[in-house]
């Protein structure tokens, strides 16, 4: 199984490197859905002891929502609003992968100095995961369109999910759930808002969301 | 009976959001949160029949306090909405600042949205597990999220896309920060995540991540509470949204988050982190009371000012929680006084808003002459949030100074009391310019109803300077014990 964990994290890696890299929002989406794919997969890995009906459902609910019904929602945000097909980069593409690597390397080196207690945990697991959660908070700051910053917040999600895996023994199913359910809500009212927002102001770019400010009297 | 707290608002949520007529809408509104507050003062008298429901739900006496405050203001905020929504109601309006045509949300959708946020607000101050008090509040952002763009315009729809990203943000933190914790509890899994079963194995949780997590946590609650510097959109939502939403933001959403910090401060006390966890906390107090201070002089907008005195305030439970002791019961009654004139600042906000049609400091002039109800009751609750006596403000704003003075941490007074008088000098002068002077506009009607439970709230906080019930006290000095040294 060791093989199987250690390339679903791998690839998961690759997936921000393709969030970073990208220009097109469209193939944010994908990278974005290939994590939630990931994700949904990861459990049936990682975690061997517990009830494979409990497996299962968890599976089947992470990969349904993140990896299917989020990419088809915020597919469906991009055709709605008729937005520009690109990210609207604050940070170019090539300075974002550099930081990638950064943070990356920033990532290895905490993550594997962070032990778990228990020990049973993959090696590659804690630096992904932070990884993750760090390029979706870094993508959130570095682009301006709101659709990819509501990607960017799926995919620290997804980081900070993939953290907890580690920690699944004590985390109930009910918790799991619910933040799952989480997720699912904040995209669908994310999604809600950036078509009042294209509605409103004809574009997408939260970098002109900038009236309201404290102006001196 | 803990569950009915939960579910009663929530299925009246999506029996409102059925129902087609404005009337019996409102009348739902009112009587559920009539039957809410009823449950919740039941509560108070007499806790047994609320038994702990398994181990994830309870009400300790941190969660009563803070229940009782969150139910006592829907219920006076839900009088105001109907007053505000029978006054909003209609086709397209034109925009007082502005000028441009918008559109509200349907009456439906809103008084929905305002049902789930109380069942999620109640589910925050009853909840026990740390996962399930994280799903409570992302749920309270997602519920309060269409409130705040009730008016669908860009100025509404800017501050709400700032307020969910940026509490969105703030909430994975504290996600992360929860999972932190989980890490800290040692192999072999005998503790689980509920708050009774952490504090009484603190003293196995691996210290590290402990810490680690308190900081996560604290960041990401922190971002919903206001404080400084992770307060940026406390003041737009509370500008743009309409000002019963304001009441409720202010009064009961940054106490939950407060709560939530309270709770994970009891885990790391009793984990002997406890000077570590209230220094950094103390830390962000006297930050975010700087950057009020600071934002309030010369404010040109009287709601941000509300809002910027909110993060203030929020400050000051801070500092008083950071000093702990007489703190940490002088913190806890100032949140309970905080939230009574606060949301009564924000209802009369809006009664002015109502007449006078801008949020600019320099367009209103003479309320004293135009709504003279509505500006005696300004008058009255700037006095009270600036803790003039008789106010009950004034006591637990004392009592933080004397827990400063007591504990000898000098620094803390001497800030303290001259951040408290820099706001002092910012809001006194913009209350003297809007309620002197030649009125700008006519003398307008003020309805009853928008006038009921502001005027109610003051009186309860100005009853609570003068007289602290038993009952009170009591819940005040448990849920203190709570908090640990």
Redesign the interface.
């Known amino acids: 199984m060791t093989v199987w964990v250690e390339g679903f994290l791998v690839v998961l890696v690759l997936t921000n490197l393709w969030l970073l890299g990208s220009s097109r929002l469209l193939s944010c989406i994908a990278a974005v859905s290939v994590q939630g794919v990931l994700m949904g997969l990861l459990p049936l890995v990682i975690r061997i002891d517990a009830p494979l009906w409990r497996l299962l459902l968890q599976a089947g609910a992470s990969l349904g929502l993140k990896g299917i019904i989020f990419p088809i929602l915020l597919l469906r945000a991009v055709r709605s609003v008729d937005a520009r097909r690109e990210v609207e980069p604050l940070v170019g593409y090539s300075a974002s992968l550099l930081i990638g690597v950064v943070l990356l390397v920033v990532s290895l080196y905490t993550g594997l100095r ?1 032990p ?4 049973a945990t993959p090696v590659l697991l804690v630096p992904a995961a932070l990884f993750t ?1 760090l390029t979706g ?1 870094f993508v ?1 700051v570095g682009r301006r369109s ?1 659709i990819v ?1 509501a990607l960017a ?1 799926l995919a ?2 997804n980081g ?1 999910a993939a ?2 895996m ?2 699944a ?4 199913l ?2 799991e759930m ?2 799952l ?2 997720a699912f ?2 995209v669908f ?2 999604g809600i ?1 950036i078509f ?2 294209n509605r ?2 004809d574009h997408i770019d ?1 970098e002109r ?4 400010k ?4 | 009976m803990i569950l009915i707290l939960v579910l009663l608002p929530a299925c009246a949520a999506v029996s409102a959001y059925l129902i087609h007529s404005d009337r019996v809408r409102r009348v739902l509104l009112v009587s559920v949160s009539a039957a809410h507050a009823a449950l919740v003062c039941w509560l108070w008298i007499d806790p047994a029949w609320f038994p702990p429901l398994g181990a994830w739900l309870a009400v300790d006496a941190l969660g009563q306090v803070f229940l009782g405050i969150t139910s006592l203001l829907f219920l006076a905020v839900s009088l105001s909405a109907v007053s505000f929504l029978k006054r909003e109601s209609g086709t397209t309006r034109a925009d007082p600042e502005e000028g441009f045509l918008f559109d509200n949300t349907p009456e439906a959708l809103f008084t929905a949205c305002l049902l789930g946020f109380l069942s999620t607000m109640t589910l925050v101050t009853t909840s026990q ?1 740390f ?2 008090l ?2 409570a509040i ?2 309270t ?2 519920a309060s ?2 409130l705040i ?1 009730y008016h ?4 509404s ?6 307020y ?2 940026v509490c ?2 703030g909430i ?1 933190f504290a ?2 920060g929860t ?1 932190f914790l ?6 072999g ?1 005998l ?3 509920t708050l009774s079963s952490l504090v009484a194995n603190a003293s196995r949780l ?1 210290t590290r ?1 402990l810490k680690a997590g308190f900081l996560l946590l604290l960041v990401g609650y922190g971002t919903k509470m206001g404080l400084a510097p992770m307060h940026t959109w406390l ?2 939502a509370h ?2 949204a309409p000002s019963v939403v304001s009441a409720l933001l202010s009064g009961a959403l940054l106490n939950c988050a407060f709560l939530a910090i309270l709770r994970i401060l009891s885990v790391t006390a009793a984990a002997g982190l406890g000077q570590f966890g209230r220094h950094t906390i103390l830390v962000f107090g006297l930050v975010s009371m700087a950057v009020a201070a600071g ?1 309030i002089i ?3 907008d009287y709601k ?1 000012m509300l809002a910027y005195s909110s993060v203030e305030h929020m400050g000051i439970l801070a500092v008083g929680v950071g000093l702990g002791g007489l703190g940490d019961w002088a913190a806890l009654f100032h949140a309970v006084n905080h939230s009574l004139i606060k949301a009564s600042l924000f209802l009369l906000a809006g009664n002015i808003l109502a007449v006078y049609g801008t949020k600019r ?2 367009d209103v002039r003479g309320a004293l002459r135009a709504v003279p109800v509505t500006a005696a009751l300004w008058v009255a609750g700037f006095f009270a949030i600036l803790g003039a006596p008789p106010f009950g403000a004034f006591a637990s704003e004392l009592a933080i100074l004397r827990a400063a003075v007591e504990s000898g941490s000098w620094a803390v007074v001497v800030v303290f009391s001259l951040l408290l008088a820099a706001v002092f000098a910012g809001m006194i002068t913009v209350l003297v310019r809007t309620a002197q002077g030649a009125q700008s506009v006519e003398r307008a009607p003020e309805p009853a109803l928008s006038l009921v439970a502001p005027l109610s709230l003051l009186a309860a906080s100005a009853a609570l300077g003068i007289f602290i019930p038993g009952f009170l006290d009591r819940a005040l000095w448990r849920a203190v014990m709570l908090l640990g040294v």
Do not use: C
């Open positions: 962070l778990i207690p228990g020990g959660a908070l959130i709101a910053q917040y620290m999600e900070i953290f907890g580690a920690l023994e004590q985390e109930p009910l918790v619910g933040t359910l989480d809500v904040a009212v994310m808002t009042h927002i409103e102001f939260s969301l900038s009236s309201l404290d102006t001196p009297q | 597990h996962g399930l994280w799903v992302e749920g952002t997602l999220a269409p763009h669908r315009h860009h100025r729809l800017e501050a709400t896309w700032k969910l990203l969105s943000v994975a996600l992360l999972y989980a890490a800290s509890i040692p192999a899994g503790t689980s995540m691996d991540w003041p737009d500008s743009e934002l010369g404010q040109p941000r400091i320099a």
